[in-house]
């Protein structure tokens, strides 16, 4: 099994930045393709982007292209996602996942989540 376990979530103002955090456990990380996903309160669960096994291609939701850039170092079984200009419609659990498939990845493995807040 993977175990992955989230972090650097927190509530930050309207035109900051955070990065989360993803550490992976249990199995080789580069084993898997890396997707990030987010929920709000009252919506569906939705794929944020998505990095390949070795970090050659990244794909990203629309609405966040351009502000969010996924990342990881398999050497570290690390993932990271770099938000910029985030916006209160960000606001949200962020959730790391691993997986198999592109752009969307099947997912394998989910973490137990990280809440981000903006506020204006």
Known sequence: QVQLVESGGGEVQAGDSLRLSCAASGRTFSSYAMAWF??????????VGAITRYGSNTYYRDSVLGRFTITR?????TAYLQMNSLKPEDTAVYYCTVGSGWPRIEVAY??????????S
């Open 38 to 47: 987010r929920q709000a309160p009252g919506k569906e669960r939705e794929f």
């Open 73 to 77: 170092d398999n050497a570290k079984n």
């Open 110 to 119: 989910w973490g137990q989540g990280t809440q981000v807040t903006v506020s």
